[in-house]
Structure formats: structure tokens, C-alpha cells
């Protein structure tokens, strides 16, 4: 449980109420105390969007981890606990009815200690010793922003494929043929010019062309990312509520015929 030791730094550390699991349920928002033990029991978390609903989580079981507090209880289920404006002071009726959620034994009221402030406001109730000869009359707003947030990620990734590339070159080559020359007087001479009879060869030495292959690497393009922003509209739909006014023994006559709120 928290102590009462801790219970201003806590306050004012800008911590957060965490789940067991340490997940974030919301930041630290108002601690109450109960107003006749001076124990911590009750601190509100900040939830919604900007923070700007605050829901009770009861300090029985809590710890202090650092500058944050650690509840028993899940997102979800504080998130769900009634609505009770945090408005320095719970009533009777407040406390039962989040007791009754947690499913904890009732206990005394309590009063803002650290972040709100140290006593009841005046003027919130229609009895009490703050009260004055006003009520005050609130009303929830909503307040709709944006928030960035990851979609997704895209990368660039290089990788080598192989396939066949058929090309046809022209080629030649030398082949042999039988050339016959009929003795002339123009040649009678070589023909005659050895021996009657004898044995000889000749060699004739061909060649041929024959494809020749190279490869080399060469840059054919550059590639990259890029990123633009497309605009488009959200519509968003969330319950706010709104306290109203009524009178009750009022003279009709004195106030128009009607009631003014």
C-alpha cells in the first residue's frame, strides 16, 4: 500500500498507474486521502484522448515503483469504473459505488492531497459545510486531435536472379577443296621439274572462328524510397455529458410560468 511518506512526491513526480504487467493505464492524476485515518485511498489516472478523463483506482493493494504506482487491476477495468468527477471530494454515495466496482469493502471519504486540491471545493454541493448560495452547473467537452502513429514499414531489398540470354554471332571456318590444274605450256615446267616417280605429301593447316564470351557489370539504374502524405477526414462519435438544473418550489408566477435552470 502507498504510504503517506511518499505520498507528495508521488503526487508530483508526473509518474503514471501502471498495471502489474507494467503497462500504462494512465498518468498520475489526484490522490485521496481519507479524511480520518490520512491514508492514501484512492488516485485518479488519466485516460482518453490528451488525458482528459480521470478514473478512480482504488490504493488498497498498491505499490510504488519509482515514480509510478502500481495497481492490481487492468486497463479495461479501470477504464470501465463509473464515471466520478474529480472535484476534490467523494461523496458517500461516490465511494460506495466504486467499492462496489472494485468489489472492496466500503470505506471513509477522502480529499485531494498533491495534485488537486487540499479540501472540498466550495459551491460543487447543495449541503455541507463549503457550500455557498450557488451551484455550479459543468459540462463535458470534446476535445479531438491527432496523433501520429506507425502503419508500417517498407524497405528496399537487392537480390540477383539468373536467366538465359540467346544471341547468334556469325562465324566461318576453312575447309579444304580439291583444286585441279591441267598441264599448259605455262606450268609444264613445275610438273616437270622433279623426279619421274616419288613419294610426298602436302599439309594444309584450316582455322576457324568460334564464339568468345565475357561478362561485365554495369549500372542501369538507381532506386528509392519516398514517402508523401495523403489528407482524408475521420468522423468521430463520443458521449460527452452535461449536468442540468431544475428548481423545486418555485412560485410559477415569480419566474415567468416555467422553470429557469
Same mark, same amino acid.
Given at each position: 500500500?502507498?504510504?503517506?511518506?511518499?505520498?507528495?512526491?508521488?503526487?508530483?513526480?508526473?509518474?503514471?498507474?501502471?498495471?502489474?504487467?507494467?503497462?500504462?493505464?494512465?498518468?498520475?492524476?489526484?490522490?485521496?486521502?481519507?479524511?480520518?485515518?490520512?491514508?492514501?485511498?484512492?488516485?485518479?489516472?488519466? =485516460? %482518453?484522448?490528451? $488525458?482528459?478523463?480521470? !478514473?478512480?483506482?482504488?490504493? *488498497? @493493494? #498498491?505499490?510504488? +515503483?519509482?515514480?509510478?504506482?502500481?495497481?492490481?487491476?487492468?486497463?479495461?477495468?479501470?477504464?470501465?469504473?463509473?464515471?466520478?468527477?474529480?472535484?476534490?471530494?467523494?461523496?458517500?454515495?461516490?465511494?460506495?459505488?466504486?467499492y462496489r466496482y472494485y468489489e472492496l469493502a466500503a470505506g471513509g471519504s477522502g480529499y485531494v492531497e498533491g495534485t488537486?486540491?487540499? =479540501? %472540498?471545493?466550495? $459551491?460543487?454541493?447543495? !449541503?455541507?459545510?463549503?457550500? *455557498? @448560495? #450557488?451551484?455550479? +452547473?459543468?459540462?463535458?467537452?470534446?476535445?479531438?486531435?491527432?496523433?501520429?502513429?506507425?502503419t508500417g514499414r517498407a524497405r528496399l531489398r537487392k537480390y540477383i536472379v539468373t536467366e538465359n540470354v540467346t544471341k547468334t554471332v556469325p562465324v566461318s571456318r576453312e575447309e579444304v577443296?580439291?583444286?585441279?590444274?591441267?598441264?599448259?605450256?605455262?606450268?609444264?615446267?613445275?610438273?616437270?621439274?622433279?623426279?619421274?616417280?616419288?613419294?610426298?605429301?602436302?599439309?594444309?593447316?584450316?582455322?576457324?572462328?568460334?564464339?568468345?564470351?565475357?561478362?561485365?557489370?554495369?549500372?542501369?539504374?538507381?532506386?528509392?524510397?519516398?514517402?508523401?502524405?495523403?489528407?482524408?477526414?475521420?468522423?468521430?462519435?463520443?458521449?460527452?455529458?452535461?449536468?442540468?438544473?431544475?428548481?423545486?418550489?418555485?412560485?410559477?408566477?415569480?419566474?415567468?410560468?416555467?422553470?429557469?435552470?
Amino acid at each position: 500500500m502507498i504510504s503517506t511518506e511518499n505520498l507528495t512526491g508521488l503526487a508530483e513526480s508526473g509518474g503514471d498507474v501502471l498495471t502489474s504487467n507494467g503497462d500504462k493505464i494512465g498518468s498520475i492524476g489526484q490522490i485521496y486521502v481519507d479524511d480520518e485515518t490520512g491514508q492514501p485511498n484512492w488516485v485518479t489516472a488519466k =485516460t %482518453g484522448l490528451f $488525458g482528459t478523463s480521470e !478514473s478512480f483506482v482504488p490504493l *488498497d @493493494d #498498491a505499490s510504488a +515503483r519509482g515514480n509510478d504506482i502500481v495497481v492490481p487491476y487492468s486497463k479495461d477495468k479501470v477504464k470501465d469504473a463509473p464515471r466520478v468527477d474529480p472535484d476534490g471530494h467523494l461523496s458517500e454515495e461516490e465511494q460506495d459505488e466504486l467499492y462496489r466496482y472494485y468489489e472492496l469493502a466500503a470505506g471513509g471519504s477522502g480529499y485531494v492531497e498533491g495534485t488537486g486540491t487540499g =479540501t %472540498g471545493a466550495a $459551491g460543487r454541493d447543495t !449541503s455541507g459545510p463549503n457550500t *455557498d @448560495d #450557488a451551484m455550479t +452547473r459543468s459540462e463535458e467537452q470534446l476535445r479531438v486531435g491527432t496523433e501520429q502513429r506507425e502503419t508500417g514499414r517498407a524497405r528496399l531489398r537487392k537480390y540477383i536472379v539468373t536467366e538465359n540470354v540467346t544471341k547468334t554471332v556469325p562465324v566461318s571456318r576453312e575447309e579444304v577443296r580439291i583444286e585441279r590444274e591441267p598441264i599448259t605450256e605455262a606450268n609444264r615446267g613445275d610438273a616437270l621439274g622433279g623426279p619421274d616417280l616419288t613419294e610426298d605429301e602436302h599439309q594444309v593447316t584450316l582455322h576457324e572462328e568460334r564464339p568468345v564470351v565475357e561478362k561485365e557489370t554495369v549500372p542501369v539504374e538507381r532506386v528509392r524510397l519516398g514517402t508523401e502524405t495523403v489528407s482524408g477526414e475521420e468522423t468521430v462519435n463520443e458521449e460527452v455529458r452535461k449536468e442540468k438544473i431544475e428548481t423545486e418550489g418555485v412560485d410559477d408566477a415569480g419566474s415567468g410560468g416555467r422553470n429557469r435552470p
